[in-house]
């Protein structure tokens, strides 16, 4: 019901002005009615667009339209931000033009056919492509009519070229969002082992395959969450120690007296309730693999005696009197940045460098990209699996939240939060309704400097409106604080609030922000039902 509301007061509001602010206007060409945005393409790009493809391509577009003029302008707005487009002034033809394409831009009245029938047509060819509708004259009518045929969303021309590009980026990225889960699932299900395809996870797979058949230490750091125990069972299991045993500890889970014991073992009577000797764990994980999990949690006394078994490969047993040889290859992880421990005086330099052999750093989920998705799918059906549920899935708009989602506590978090989405659902596709609150009502502002993929680059202007409300939000709100901050007065900075706020206002005026499911239905057919 929120979906057709929007779309409703989208229509609405764009209908009450025949004009976009901020848009100069010129005559329309004969034989056309209305007028066109008068955009002026910069001389780089009319240079660059005859022959050359732009290298930032941000989907394939179709756009129908049975006035040329109109079409080579759309054209020229949306292939200089990086789009592909193809156009036809048949809307007959269109419909045999739709492999591959991401979204399609119609206009409403045309000659051989409208752009609803067309919507309608299209829809049957590619169940769920999503259609943005370009009219001259918006209605409540247009608007009912529209919701029924699923449009995804909606422009009264002449069109804003930033509303236009916001919305064409959005329709293109719900379809390569639904395309990638699709693919997910279709696959098999992952074997065992580290899951994801993203460039920092496949060198950290590298690096392991390369490491891990040696026996030197390795020392894995990472957020909290990140997967580290997982990455040392990995390092095991392609070791050469594989068929030994995996022993696991976590340092900080233990009082330093229990740890030494722990660790190093115990001879009978060395204190109270000793009742026999033990071996401790560098023993057991003779042959083997011992992982001393959050490493930098062990207090100094202890990093003493543990630098000095792995320089001798011995142990002594609390309240023994000889040492006790050991074999296990040795790896360790931690949260914390250890140099800077070093540098504090609270971890023994000499212990860091006989532990950080080879070190790995786990990238943080945040920065796994598609992955989060392929993550979340093996988690769906593990947990489904676990409470005795039919197969689910995610639809498309979950998996546009979960991607924008910041995930602090990383894989973990993840895991957590579709376990969660199981327990909560209703039925078998995740809705947004099932995710938790601080994910629904997440915003994005981190700000992204480091890519290897140049389509995850954002503009300046958009870095610049990012930067500004991230600012604002850490200091509370503080106007006067935050222009200090920025070397701005406070009515520069109050100027650009506004220009951001009335820039979101506008993002949400054409249509739904959450899409659809997988299969294509819009949010426009999630309110209709």
Same mark, same amino acid.
């Given at each position: 019901?929120?979906?057709?509301?929007?779309?409703?007061?989208?229509?609405?509001?764009?209908?009450?002005?025949?004009?976009?602010?901020?848009?100069?206007?010129?005559?329309?060409?004969?034989?056309?009615?209305?007028?066109?945005?008068?955009?002026?393409?910069?001389?780089?790009?009319?240079?660059?667009?005859?022959?050359?493809?732009?290298?930032?391509?941000?989907?394939?577009?179709?756009?129908?339209?049975?006035?040329?003029?109109?079409?080579?302008?759309?054209?020229?707005?949306?292939?200089?931000?990086?789009?592909?487009?193809? $156009?036809?002034?048949?809307?007959?033809?269109?419909?045999?033009?739709?492999?591959?394409?991401? %979204?399609?831009?119609?206009?409403?009245?045309?000659?051989?056919?409208?752009?609803?029938?067309?919507?309608?047509?299209?829809?049957?060819?590619?169940?769920?492509?999503?259609?943005?509708?370009?009219?001259?004259?918006?209605?409540?009518?247009?608007?009912?009519?529209?919701?029924?045929?699923?449009?995804?969303?909606?422009?009264?021309?002449?069109?804003?070229?930033?509303?236009?590009?916001?919305?064409?980026?959005?329709?293109?990225?719900?379809?390569?969002?639904?395309?990638?889960?699709?693919?997910?699932?279709?696959? #098999?299900? #992952?074997?065992?082992?580290?899951?994801?395809?993203?460039?920092?996870?496949?060198?950290?797979?590298?690096?392991?395959?390369?490491?891990?058949?040696?026996?030197?230490?390795?020392?894995?750091?990472?957020?909290?969450?990140?997967?580290?125990?997982?990455?040392?069972?990995?390092?095991?299991?392609?070791?050469?120690?594989?068929?030994?045993?995996?022993?696991?500890?976590?340092?900080?889970?233990? #009082?330093?007296?229990?740890?030494?014991?722990?660790?190093?073992?115990?001879?009978?009577?060395?204190?109270?309730?000793?009742?026999?000797?033990?071996?401790?764990?560098?023993?057991?994980?003779?042959?083997?693999?011992?992982?001393?999990?959050?490493?930098?949690?062990? #207090?100094?006394?202890?990093?003493?005696?543990?630098?000095?078994?792995?320089?001798?490969?011995?142990?002594?047993?609390?309240?023994?009197?000889?040492?006790?040889?050991?074999?296990?290859?040795?790896?360790?992880?931690?949260?914390?940045?250890?140099?800077?421990?070093?540098?504090?005086? $609270?971890?023994?330099?000499?212990?860091?460098?006989?532990?950080?052999?080879?070190?790995?750093?786990?990238? *943080?989920?945040?920065?796994?990209?598609?992955?989060?998705?392929?993550?979340?799918?093996?988690?769906?059906?593990?947990?489904?699996?676990?409470?005795?549920?039919?197969?689910?899935?995610?639809?498309? %708009?979950?998996?546009?939240?979960?991607?924008?989602?910041?995930? *602090?506590?990383?894989?973990?978090?993840?895991?957590?939060?579709?376990?969660?989405?199981?327990?909560?659902?209703?039925?078998?596709?995740?809705?947004?309704?099932?995710?938790?609150?601080?994910?629904?009502?997440?915003?994005?502002?981190?700000?992204?400097? $480091?890519?290897?993929? *140049?389509?995850?680059?954002?503009?300046?202007?958009?870095?610049?409106?990012?930067?500004?409300?991230?600012?604002?939000?850490?200091?509370?709100?503080?106007?006067?604080?935050?222009?200090?901050?920025?070397?701005?007065?406070?009515?520069?900075?109050?100027?650009?609030?506004?220009?951001?706020?009335?820039?979101?206002?506008?993002?949400?005026?054409?249509?739904?922000?959450?899409?659809?499911?997988?299969?294509?239905?819009?949010?426009?057919?999630?309110?209709?039902?």
């Amino acid at each position: 019901m929120a979906a057709r509301e929007d779309f409703m007061g989208a229509v609405l509001r764009s209908s009450s002005s025949s004009n976009v602010s901020g848009v100069e206007t010129f005559p329309s060409s004969p034989g056309s009615s209305g007028v066109y945005p008068q955009y002026r393409e910069p001389q780089q790009d009319r240079e660059r667009r005859d022959g050359h493809r732009v290298s930032k391509e941000k989907g394939t577009v179709l756009l129908i339209d049975d006035l040329e003029d109109q079409c080579a302008l759309y054209q020229t707005i949306l292939e200089r931000e990086g789009f592909i487009v193809k $156009t036809t002034v048949s809307p007959q033809a269109a419909l045999g033009m739709l492999e591959g394409i991401d %979204a399609v831009v119609t206009d409403l009245h045309m000659e051989e056919m409208s752009g609803l029938e067309l919507c309608r047509l299209v829809h049957e060819v590619v169940e769920g492509l999503p259609v943005v509708l370009l009219t001259g004259v918006g209605s409540m009518e247009i608007a009912i009519e529209a919701l029924r045929v699923g449009v995804y969303d909606f422009l009264v021309k002449p069109a804003n070229p930033k509303l236009l590009l916001m919305r064409v980026g959005r329709a293109a990225a719900f379809t390569r969002m639904s395309r990638e889960l699709a693919r997910l699932r279709a696959a #098999p299900a #992952p074997e065992q082992g580290l899951i994801g395809k993203c460039a920092a996870w496949t060198r950290v797979k590298e690096l392991l395959e390369r490491v891990s058949k040696s026996e030197a230490s390795i020392l894995i750091r990472g957020e909290t969450g990140t997967g580290k125990e997982l990455v040392a069972r990995h390092v095991h299991r392609l070791s050469r120690r594989t068929d030994g045993p995996l022993v696991a500890i976590n340092c900080a889970a233990l #009082p330093p007296t229990l740890l030494e014991s722990e660790l190093f073992g115990h001879a009978r009577g060395a204190f109270t309730d000793a009742k026999g000797t033990r071996d401790g764990l560098f023993v057991q994980a003779t042959g083997g693999t011992l992982f001393l999990d959050e490493i930098g949690e062990m #207090p100094l006394d202890m990093q003493v005696k543990l630098l000095r078994a792995l320089q001798e490969h011995r142990v002594r047993p609390v309240g023994a009197s000889a040492e006790v040889p050991f074999d296990a290859r040795i790896v360790c992880a931690t949260h914390r940045n250890l140099e800077e421990m070093v540098a504090a005086g $609270t971890f023994r330099e000499d212990l860091y460098y006989r532990l950080n052999v080879v070190s790995i750093d786990l990238p *943080p989920l945040r920065d796994r990209g598609d992955d989060i998705l392929e993550l979340a799918v093996v988690f769906l059906s593990r947990a489904a699996s676990r409470n005795g549920r039919e197969m689910m899935r995610l639809s498309t %708009a979950v998996a546009e939240r979960l991607v924008a989602y910041d995930w *602090p506590g990383n894989v973990r978090e993840l895991e957590n939060c579709i376990e969660r989405c199981v327990a909560l659902a209703r039925f078998h596709e995740l809705a947004v309704e099932d995710l938790p609150e601080r994910i629904r009502a997440h915003r994005a502002d981190r700000i992204l400097v $480091t890519a290897d993929d *140049p389509q995850e680059i954002v503009t300046l202007e958009n870095l610049s409106k990012r930067y500004v409300s991230r600012v604002v939000t850490l200091v509370g709100g503080n106007k006067s604080r935050a222009a200090d901050l920025l070397g701005l007065d406070r009515r520069t900075l109050t100027r650009r609030l506004k220009g951001l706020h009335t820039a979101e206002s506008s993002s949400m005026e054409g249509g739904p922000t959450e899409g659809g499911s997988i299969d294509g239905s819009t949010a426009f057919d999630e309110a209709e039902s």
